[in-house]
């Protein structure tokens, strides 16, 4: 689990993610809980700079997870941002790379796990619900493809994308979470 120990402020002060600002429109203070996605941790590291051999990948290369994390980490001497991003940070970067690259990093950049998580999946059900589950990466496919979700607009490589994004990122425990947010006997 990823937050075993972290407990209230010490939430916000312990991991940097919550220092990185959210891309405009994405959320407000009530959702700061949820660890940033593969967009927003990309778009804070372009703002920085990235070296150019990065970005030129980035508009080039279509590779895995496990070869985004190694050019992720070669890149981390040229690129502060890179350097700065905590191992779930970067697994979740290298998991967005994979299944949205290639595009220019330039332009618009493809909507991400948890953009995916706040426009969709609260759509129906409160956000509680899915970011406090820890489940495997098939349960959540399991869960994407099934009846009642199958209708949800996203493609293959999107739900992919999802369910990478959960994996590493949810299983929040519930007193990290606002108390406005917090869902009384809603699961799947």
């Known amino acids: 689990m990823r ?10 002060v ?3 993610f919550v220092a990185v600002p959210p891309a405009v429109g994405q959320e407000d203070d009530v959702f700061a ?5 593969g967009r927003s941790l990309l778009e804070a590291a372009l703002a920085e ?7 030129e990948r980035i508009a ?7 070869a985004w994390r190694n050019i992720l980490d070669a890149a981390k001497s040229g690129a ?21 690259a290639p595009f220019d990093p330039a332009g618009e950049l493809p909507r991400d796990g948890r953009d995916m998580a706040l426009q969709l999946c ?13 489940r495997t990466r098939e349960a959540w496919l399991g869960t994407m493809n ?14 992919e994308l999802l369910a990478d994004y959960l994996v590493i990122n949810a299983g929040i425990p519930i007193d990290l979470v606002p108390p406005a947010l917090r869902a009384g006997g809603a699961s799947y």
């Open 3 to 12: 937050y075993p120990a972290l407990v209230g402020i010490a939430f916000c």
């Open 14 to 16: 312990a991991l940097p």
């Open 33 to 37: 809980f949820i660890p940033l996605g």
């Open 49 to 55: 700079g990235l070296p150019n051999d990065l970005t």
């Open 60 to 66: 080039e290369a279509e590779v895995d997870a496990a």
């Open 80 to 100: 502060p941002a890179i350097d700065g991003l905590d191992s779930w940070q970067a697994d979740t970067l290298a998991h967005y790379l994979a299944w949205q």
């Open 122 to 134: 609260q759509s129906c059900h409160i956000i509680t619900v899915v970011v406090t589950q820890e």
């Open 146 to 159: 099934s009846p009642s979700h199958v209708e949800i607009t996203t493609t293959d490589a999107e739900r």
